[in-house]
T-cell receptor
Framework: NAGVMQNPRHLVRRRGQEARLRCSPMKGHSHVYWYRQLPEEGLKFMVY????????ESGMPKERFSAEFPKEGPSILRIQQVVRGDSAAYFC??????????????FGPGTRLTVL | AQSVTQLDSQVPVFEEAPVELRCNYSSSVSVYLFWYVQYPNQGLQLLLK??????LVKGINGFEAEFNKSQTSFHLRKPSVHISDTAEYFCAVREDTGRRALTFGSGTRLQVQP
């Protein structure tokens, strides 16, 4: 059973460009979470999605950031007009629809975004 | 809102020595507690978790942690470390409210020396 897949693993963008990060959850998982890890810091929650629904976006910056998890295909985290402060590792996690209330999150390898 | 504090940013230790990585949290509600390990340029792997019941939790790779409610701590321990344990360790909490977001500490870098 393949784990959580993220691509690309490394992404370089110039200031003002758009960045698209993709996450394919584990098979059978319908819940996806995005976290951001700034250099020398822990992970910070951004958004939690189920298929076609955003459930909790309390950690998302108000501007330039958006996320989706369509009925078919991977979840996408989109950053418009990137700035140097967006340089970070972005991790996706997934969990199954029911797991006795635990909803354990399984993490992908991350996408490391560098903004020049 | 909950928060997680990992006071030690780096912990150097010699191979085969015991180690303890400290984690304290604050929350106004009950929480679930987790320890994750991150090897260089990789994602996070769950080491162990506390949900309820016995306060001593055993995880993978010989690690264990003890939940202390009165001290709001969840320290990670290993009686004898290996070079391969060199990694970043993150403590995380999740509120027992239905909200699923994990709150992470800033991490502790364990450096095992020969």
């Amino acid at each position: 059973n393949a784990g959580v897949m993220q691509n690309p693993r490394h992404l370089v963008r110039r200031r003002g460009q758009e960045a698209r990060l993709r996450c394919s959850p584990m098979k059978g998982h319908s819940h996806v979470y995005w976290y951001r890890q700034l250099p020398e810091e822990g992970l910070k929650f951004m958004v939690y999605l189920q298929k076609e629904n955003i459930i909790d976006e309390s950690g998302m910056p108000k501007e330039r950031f958006s996320a989706e998890f369509p009925k078919e295909g991977p979840s996408i985290l989109r950053i418009q007009q990137v700035v140097r402060g967006d340089s970070a590792a972005y991790f996706c996690a997934s969990s199954p629809p029911t797991s006795g209330g635990l909803y354990e999150q399984f993490f992908g390898p991350g996408t490391r975004l560098t903004v020049l | 809102a909950q928060s997680v504090t990992q006071l030690d940013s780096q912990v150097p230790v010699f191979e085969e020595a015991p180690v303890e990585l400290r984690c304290n949290y604050s929350s106004s509600v009950s929480v679930y507690l987790f320890w994750y390990v991150q090897y260089p340029n990789q994602g996070l792997q769950l080491l162990l978790k506390y949900l309820s019941g016995s306060t001593l939790v055993k995880g993978i790779n010989g690690f264990e942690a003890e939940f202390n409610k009165s001290q709001t701590s969840f320290h990670l321990r290993k009686p004898s470390v290996h070079i391969s344990d060199t990694a970043e360790y993150f403590c995380a909490v999740r509120e027992d409210t239905g909200r699923r977001a994990l709150t992470f500490g800033s991490g502790t870098r364990l450096q095992v020396q020969p």
